[in-house]
T-cell receptor, first 110, second 110 residues
Framework: DGGITQSPKYLFRKEGQNVTLSCEQNLNHDAMYWYRQDPGQGLRLIYYSQIVNDFQKGDIAEGYSVSREKKESFPLTVTSAQKNPTAFYLC?????????FGSGTRLTVV | GEDVEQSLFLSVREGDSSVINCTYTDSSSTYLYWYKQEPGAGLQLLTYIFSNMDMKQDQRLTVLLNKKDKHLSLRIADTQTGDSAIYFCAESRNTDKLIFGTGTRLQVFP
């Protein structure tokens, strides 16, 4: 079955560490996205990529980095520069008819 | 403004109809979407409507679009406890990029 796989489902990070969240899709979609979700704030766009080897900053890109070396993969790195990284992170890919979302990664700083 | 706006909470009795409202901002949006998010999960596409349509019905779901007022609504008939979730509307502004509302938490009580 086609879909998007995010891993891990839960992730704990110590302050000062970088962590990388995985996102893989086998839908053959060109566009992929990373969103951050905080309670009561909806989804905020971190980065998006419309084609391999190209990506753009979203509304809250500071403290995050991405790469898009393969069509199937769009990993997100949460760097130590991100001051408040505890959140639920959602990856998505899209066609014009809508987005397909992964099941999310909950990141907690300890 | 730049935001897609939704009320934060809606509480309905099981068997009643639910109406979730959304106000969007970009009159050139091509598609408008409704997504459902259950606890700890990603977003699931429920339905979408093309901007030249006024209404779309899909089983228990009815979407109404008022382009003049930039108002979108989702009606769920015969609401069940399994409909309890967060519902997001979204508008497409540029190619493949969606702007999400803040989400409406629907609570269904017996």
């Amino acid at each position: 079955d086609g879909g998007i796989t995010q891993s891990p489902k839960y992730l704990f990070r110590k302050e000062g560490q970088n962590v990388t969240l995985s996102c893989e899709q086998n839908l053959n979609h060109d566009a992929m996205y990373w969103y951050r979700q905080d309670p009561g704030q909806g989804l905020r766009l971190i980065y998006y990529s419309q084609i391999v080897n190209d990506f753009q900053k979203g509304d809250i890109a500071e403290g995050y980095s991405v790469s898009r070396e393969k069509k199937e993969s769009f990993p997100l790195t949460v760097t130590s520069a991100q001051k408040n990284p505890t959140a639920f992170y959602l990856c998505a890919s899209s066609t014009r008819y809508g987005y397909t979302f992964g099941s999310g990664t909950r990141l907690t700083v300890v | 403004g730049e935001d897609v706006e939704q009320s934060l909470f809606l509480s309905v009795r099981e068997g009643d109809s639910s109406v979730i409202n959304c106000t969007y901002t970009d009159s050139s949006s091509t598609y408008l979407y409704w997504y459902k998010q259950e606890p700890g999960a990603g977003l699931q596409l429920l339905t979408y409507i093309f901007s030249n349509m006024d209404m779309k019905q899909d089983q228990r779901l009815t979407v109404l679009l008022n382009k003049k007022d930039k108002h979108l609504s989702l009606r769920i008939a015969d609401t069940q406890t399994g409909d309890s979730a967060i519902y997001f509307c979204a508008e497409s502004r540029n190619t493949d990029k969606l702007i999400f509302g803040t989400g409406t938490r629907l609570q269904v009580f017996p």
